[in-house]
């Protein structure tokens, strides 16, 4: 039987102080239930009060764990394969009127929520309106070795990310900074446009997944993304175009690394195929990526 972990003890930070959950080992098929960023308060809209909204902005995006990885050590990193990531409730979202000049300011301008239906993959805006759905985990991380950070922020542990790229199929790799890991899981979206300008539905999940264990690239600094289709790197920092620019700089690396090309030709190549992005600018920090295609790189080594 495969082993599950429930959501029922959420913690809302990232933290080495934090006991396991349960324990997983590489290549065991496991499944985990994460609540949506709100933790359920925004599904009902009489629900949304002074006193409800002060609690979720004081208890945003719990995640469930830790989960321990055995054998797990510094020096390792985690590839956390996300075999299916199912949608277990309705979409909620926190209405803002949208109009202030600066548009990072309607995040501050809450004034009642919503939620929409999910059924056979699609959320329902109404009876005849829906859009189909293409849920990602925004928050997935390993715990830091001394700090304990929120687990709404980002960093080279991973954290929220809010990165479409970390979808089913997708295998995310992250530092393993102490014994165990541990491994967070969270803050799903139903669907997100890249950006995450305004807000997207927080759906809560049963996510099915798997971990291996690999040594850390020498050149690895922060979380990678794996899929069939491509390589992308995710990094976070102060602004935007230094998230992005580092994002290029850590794929220029495992480029460089992985193809045996000089860093200079590898800059070039990057230049012409690859593609940055944005993850979320919504967070303290905001989060970019760059991505390469893998029949982009095939043409480096084709003889």
Aim: aromatic residues 8%.
């Amino acid at each position: 039987m495969m082993q599950h972990f429930n959501s029922e003890s959420l913690k809302f930070t990232y933290s080495p102080t934090h006991s396991p959950i349960g324990k997983v080992v590489p290549g065991e098929l496991f499944s985990v239930d994460t609540q949506d960023c709100f933790t359920g308060k925004f599904r009902d809209s009489e629900n949304f009060s002074a006193e409800t909204l002060a609690w979720v902005l004081d208890n945003l995006d719990g995640v469930t764990g830790p989960i321990e990885v055995v054998g797990a050590k510094p020096g390792d990193v985690v590839a956390i394969t996300l075999h299916e990531i199912e949608i277990t409730t309705s979409g909620s979202v926190a209405l803002s009127p949208c109009d202030d000049p600066t548009p990072s300011d309607w995040w501050s301008q809450w004034y009642g929520c919503k939620s929409y239906p999910i059924k056979d993959g699609f959320l329902y805006f109404s009876d005849s309106q829906r859009v189909q759905v293409a849920p990602l985990i925004g928050c997935i991380a390993t715990s830091p070795a001394r700090e304990t950070v929120f687990s709404k922020m980002q960093g080279v542990y991973g954290g929220n990310m809010d990165c479409n790229e970390m979808c089913a199929g997708a295998t995310v790799i992250l530092p393993v900074a102490l014994p165990g890991a541990m491994l967070y899981f969270g803050d799903a979206k139903a669907i997100m446009g890249d950006g995450e300008i305004v807000q997207a539905p927080e759906v809560g999940t049963r996510i099915t997944a798997s971990v291996e264990l690999r040594p850390k690239p020498a050149a690895m600094r922060w979380p990678r993304v794996e899929t069939a289709y491509a390589l992308t790197t995710v990094v976070s920092d102060t602004t935007l175009d230094r998230a992005v620019g580092r994002a290029f700089d850590e794929l220029l690396s495992w480029v460089e690394h992985d193809c045996a090309i000089s860093r200079v030709d590898a800059a070039l190549f990057l230049a012409m195929v690859a593609n940055t992005g944005v993850c979320q600018t919504a967070n303290t920090l905001h989060t970019g990526k760059c991505t390469v295609q893998r029949s982009a790189l095939a043409q480096l080594l084709t003889e």
